[in-house]
């Protein structure tokens, strides 16, 4: 691997110290966050709380002909980081030696948050799938198309913790990290779906007393 700083999440005591091996990243990297959650969402004028049954496991939507446009507006997959319990170990690359020098590790509570967009931004009916997934990440990089931007000397300053507002979520989200204000990306070594998702259905109305009110929920099952 080339990318000039690494980034791994797992609880503090199995992130490698000093000089690392890219296998010893991944290693440490396996024992962090192995769950996450596939998030998908589309505007919904229109729909009614009884058709949530007869949508699909898998979370498409096909056209519906003359009715209102089903556009999709979010699809994401969140890994599960667990600030709480999972610190962030970040390693340099050594090009002549091929390691990794570790410049900082630290429990993510203590990282910088800052909030970011949530979906939806504006006002209506909306769709929301969500499905659970077991995962196994890599140890996170800086999105290729961002690395040219990104600063090339360590700065902790720089690194940011994502929380946002999800769907029909009243909580806040950890949904990632940034480094220099570019997105850190943690690919997915191997992913299973959990055989059920949940569709939901709800209206925002920023103007009301309530602004997000969830119309109705349903849990739908894999048939295979």
């Avoid at 096909?62 to 999972?86: K, T, Y």
């Avoid at 990794?100 to 800052?114: I, Q």
């Avoid at 090339?152 to 929380?163: A, E, P």
């Amino acid at each position: 691997m080339n990318h000039s700083l690494v980034f791994v999440i797992a609880p503090s005591a199995c992130l490698p110290q000093e000089e690392a091996s890219w296998d010893d990243l991944q290693t440490a990297q396996r024992q962090g966050p192995g769950g996450a959650f596939a998030l998908r969402l589309f505007t919904a004028a229109g729909a009614a709380a009884d058709e949530l049954a007869q949508l699909p496991w898998e979370g498409s939507l096909e056209p519906q002909g003359s009715g209102p446009p089903r556009r999709l507006i979010c699809d994401a997959v969140v890994p599960q980081f667990d600030p709480r319990s999972n610190a962030i170990g970040v390693y340099q690359r050594n090009a002549e030696a091929g390691t990794y020098r570790c410049v900082d590790r630290f429990p993510l509570t203590e990282a910088s948050n800052e909030t970011c967009w949530f979906y939806p931004t504006h006002d209506g009916s909306f769709l929301s799938w969500e499905r659970a997934l077991s995962v196994g990440l890599e140890p996170g990089v800086v999105a290729a198309e961002a690395q040219a931007q990104s600063p090339t000397d360590y700065d902790r300053g720089q690194l940011k913790l994502l929380w946002s507002l999800l769907a029909d979520d009243v909580s806040l989200t950890c949904v990632g990290l940034t480094y220099g204000g570019q997105r850190i990306e943690w690919p997915r070594a191997h992913s299973r779906p959990e055989p059920m998702a949940t569709w939901s259905l709800f209206t925002v109305d920023t103007q009301a007393d309530v602004a997000l009110t969830v119309e109705a929920s349903q849990t739908v099952f894999h048939n295979a």
